[in-house]
């Protein structure tokens, strides 16, 4: 996991304890993290053009970098290893303030960044944080539109890049990007208390290069009494092989490509999970190609998680917003799409 990508998950999962832990630690500003006061703390009736400006610098500047998280709420003040979160001025109505950001991100670069994400973090007054996830883009270079001007992460600063430097980082093939996504169908609870369901296991490219040699690796423990079973519903352009039960690899076959923007769907599961659970669950992908950086994922559940997960579907099992929450826990965070 990139290092942005890894921060912007720990802030989702500890969200207050998160914030005030980089706080405390006086984390300073760095190439991944970046502190933003609000020019008017969130309080007007709509976004002010510092943060929009703000906001512009750090898509194009993560964006042609290695991808960065910004911390909208929290003051920075020069120290002596760079800038260092000093002082907290939580926004007003974060929800608003993030249908805001939402709201120009297409407007912000040229071409826009689709893959920039934003969560909202509340205190019990109903102020709060705004974090944004800006990845490292497959389409860089990205251009501020205002001012006209390409920037990089460059320490705890944005800077704006020469036309030379830029046309020698980014006049070379881009390289292939590969993720992975899920479909999903909701849980079903049988009569022996068994929680079945299925998954079909996505490879896209998202990047602006063609992709071969595709592969992914899959590697699920289950507790005792569970089980998992897979498929491979396109045996034509791939190989694959399963492992103990526990370990799946994919591969594509020689000449198969996968185009830009492309999906496949070499792999489906089955789960059969049965409660009591006498261990804990641990779902790890690692998905890659030919050049291409690999891309790793995992999700671990306790033993008390999934008695937990188990024991909240069984009280409302009749709904299907609460069988597909259920999956989704079961799967984790990375993107998904439904059945």
Known sequence: MARAEDLFERISTDRLGAIDDLIAERASEELFLDFKRSSDNGGGNHLSDRDRDNLARAV?????????VIVWGVDCRPGPHGDVPVERFP???PRRFRSWLEGVISGLTLPAHPGVRHLTIENDDGFGYV?????????????CLRPIQYYMRAGSNFAPVPHGVLAGMFGRPP??????MWTTAPADIGPN?????????????RSAAIARDVYLNLTVHTPNGSEIGAEFPDLRNWEGTQAFG???QILSKEGFRLAPGVIAQPLQLRFNLRSPFGSHFLLKVATGCSGSPIKEYSNRLTTADLQQLYADLVADGDSPEARHRFVERILGSPPKTAD
């Open 131 to 143: 974090v944004t996830y800006v990845p490292k883009s497959y389409l860089a270079p990205h251009q």
């Open 193 to 205: 208390g068994r929680v079945s369901f299925t998954v079909g296991v996505i490879i896209v490219n």
């Open 175 to 180: 390289s292939p990007l590969i993720f992975h």
């Open 60 to 68: 194009s500047g993560f964006g042609n970098s290695e991808g960065g």
């Open 246 to 248: 526990s370990v799946t």
């Open 91 to 93: 926004i007003e109505q």
